[in-house]
């Protein structure tokens, strides 16, 4: 007979999954700028966190120029992670993100398919091409219920919304 783990029922993690905002086209895909609407994309779901942003909140940044402008709304610190650029898979944003089991609470900034792809595995159980669109934010959650362990879908806002 094994050990059963034993679990903290009020355990949790939330987990911020913010698409970079609308930006430019142009040849080198790190250095697209966000454009004056996602610009103020940028600033108008930044508000939007700032005043529901959960407790030790930590950022990490895509090395993309549009998603560290995006990131820059905030006005908090952040850090940026090479390994969530654009061409991220869903192992490595899992492993930036520490998920399921960091401490506290955070906010991936990156870019599509991945962030969408790790949506689907975090609430479905497997990857698939799910949209979130320019400037939107999905906010999941994992506890542990019973010994089980479960994935919250809190929100998911596009910035549309909140205009």
Not at 54 to 66: N, T
Not at 82 to 91: E, F, H, Q, T
């Amino acid at each position: 007979m094994g050990i059963l783990p034993v679990f903290d029922e009020r355990a949790s993690m939330e987990l911020l999954l913010w698409r970079h905002a609308e930006a430019e086209d142009g040849e080198d895909d790190l250095k697209r700028r966000l454009t004056s609407r996602g610009e103020k994309q940028a600033r108008t779901m930044a508000a939007w966190i700032l005043a529901h942003q959960p407790k030790d909140l930590r950022v990490i940044v895509s090395p993309s120029v549009r998603t560290q402008q995006t990131a820059e709304a905030l006005k908090l610190p952040f850090v940026t992670n090479r390994k969530i650029g654009p061409d991220a898979c869903v192992s490595e944003l899992i492993a930036a993100s520490g998920w399921p089991t960091a401490q506290g609470s955070v906010l991936i900034v990156g870019h599509q398919p991945g962030l969408g792809r790790m949506a689907s595995l975090l609430l479905a159980g497997h990857e698939a091409e799910w949209s979130i669109k320019k400037g939107a934010l999905w906010w999941l959650s994992n506890r542990v219920r019973r010994g089980e362990a479960q994935t919250v879908l809190r929100a998911v806002i596009p910035v549309e919304m909140l205009d």
